[in-house]
């Protein structure tokens, strides 16, 4: 593609890839010059070096190559990936989900509605890309301009009609996606995450407002959180959903068990039977967000019940493995608030002691750590504190912070994350339960700028096979 095609500009420049790595080798690159910790600026003239023959800038650099010069890097990025890829997102209604637990969970309850509306559905988000029986992988929640419209492009031409993509606060306050139409947007919760990057919380829910606030069509509120009762108060396009304040569509009579939970649902005066695989009051606001979402799109409610029930299983939240000694169950919380909330769906039907292994991961918010221990100790029996993502931190400082949180509950400090299951397992009896939290689906363990292949769940069965449980 032409560089005029992609800019209102003279340049007739031929570019063939887009890059904002500097490292990269590309053919005919244009290089985006991104402002954030690091100038991209700097790196301008080894972006040339290495095959970018344009430049997008804020200013103007001594080298001798066609520069676009703008007031955004980021927003121009965005623009500029989205014409290049010839504009997939308007081939495709979008789905956007923001909060910050159960953006997975609802993504993939929407999948599974859709798809029984006989629509054809894709999901980005923390697990990867996923379409059909596919499975792409992506390094972020939501992924960077140039890997999002490449994908969005792939996704288009293969026939997707449908796609929901997490959108994380991140990349709202890096416009990955402004000025990008959504046909729905949902809000789920706001609870304290990534204050490394957003200092307070003030800015942290600013990131996702503006999102909300952004080109959606609907927008879908959770009416139960604080935040979200802030967001009503401000976008007069939107529909509410919860289970204790008025709402447009609210449950009663919820019902759970270790095999899953049941509730009436009242979608605007049509009434459905829900009925969920997965445990946990806060999957019932995972539900009701998925339904509110998709009955704002037409999907009939008798679709919305029989979609919602065909869901058995989300890599990595709340995956139960039962074993002849004891009961393993696998969840992303990474959050105080996530690992709370599953730890009281556990002792809802826990007939013994709860163990929970859990970690903080490194180079991240550490005001989190000790709350995370706290969280964790309240609900449980015995904790185990172990590493998790500890990045290029020390892992023992990492957990020795969440310790401060853990007061008097019995505990153990296990820095090797496959010893720290393995000790939790070993002294868990027949009626126990044993959460392992923090990881999910996540393949890889991130250890001083390396992702060293790693799965919570392709271990514990690996454990479970030498134990022979």
Do not use: W
Not at 418 to 431: P, Q
Request: proline share 3%.
């Amino acid at each position: 593609m032409k560089l005029n095609q992609i800019f209102n500009c003279e340049y007739q420049t031929e570019i063939c890839e887009l890059t904002a790595d500097s490292r990269k080798k590309v053919n005919n690159g244009l290089y985006f010059c991104l402002v954030g910790s690091l100038d991209g600026h700097e790196f301008a003239s080894e972006a040339i070096k290495n095959g970018a023959v344009a430049l997008v800038c804020e200013h103007k650099l001594d080298i001798d190559v066609p520069q676009i010069i703008v007031s955004d890097s980021r927003q121009a990025m965005t623009d500029a990936a989205a014409a290049f890829y010839f504009h997939p997102e308007r081939k495709l209604k979008l789905i956007g989900i923001t909060g910050t637990n159960g953006k997975t969970t609802t993504s993939f309850i929407v999948k599974s509605i859709l798809e029984c509306y006989k629509k054809n559905v894709a999901v980005i988000g923390t697990n990867g890309i996923f379409y059909k029986d596919r499975q792409l992988p992506s390094a972020l929640t939501t992924p960077d301009p140039i890997e999002l419209f490449e994908a969005l492009r792939y996704l288009s031409d293969d026939g997707a009609e449908y796609v929901v993509m997490e959108v994380s606060a991140h990349a709202a306050a890096l416009k990955k996606v402004s000025g990008v139409h959504f046909e729905a947007a949902a809000f789920t919760n706001l609870t304290q995450d990534h204050l490394d990057y957003f200092a307070d919380m003030e800015r942290y829910y600013a990131a996702k407002e503006s999102f909300l606030l952004g080109d959606n069509r609907r927008v879908i509120i959770n009416a139960d959180d604080a935040y979200g009762l802030r967001l009503l108060s401000k976008i007069t396009k939107s529909f509410s959903y919860g289970y204790d304040n008025p709402s447009d569509v609210f449950g009663i009579n919820l019902e759970m068990s270790e095999h899953g939970l049941s509730y009436v649902l009242n979608l605007m005066d049509e009434i459905i039977n829900v009925k969920f695989s997965l445990p946990g009051r806060f999957n019932m606001y995972n539900t009701m967000c998925a339904a509110a979402i998709c009955y704002s799109l037409g999907v009939p409610a008798s679709v919305i019940e029989e979609g919602i029930k065909r869901v058995k299983k989300v890599d990595g939240r709340f995956n139960i493995i039962n074993t002849t000694s004891c009961s393993i169950i696998i969840d992303f919380a990474h959050t105080d608030d996530g690992l709370k909330n599953v730890l009281k769906a556990i002792r809802e039907f826990s007939r013994g002691k709860i163990i929970t292994v859990f970690g903080c991961g490194g180079n991240r918010d550490k005001s989190k750590r000790a709350k995370m221990g706290k969280a964790a100790a309240e609900e449980s029996d015995y904790v185990v504190i172990t590493s998790d993502n500890p990045r290029y931190e020390p892992p023992m400082d990492i957990i020795l912070e969440a310790e401060k949180g853990v007061g008097d509950c019995p505990h153990s400090l296990i820095e090797e994350r496959k010893e720290a299951i393995r000790f939790a397992v070993r002294h868990a009896g027949k009626n126990d339960i044993v959460l392992i939290a923090g990881k999910g689906a996540e393949k890889y363990q991130d250890i001083a700028g390396t992702k060293i292949p790693y799965s919570d769940e392709d271990f514990v069965m690996q454990l479970v096979a030498e134990e022979g449980i």
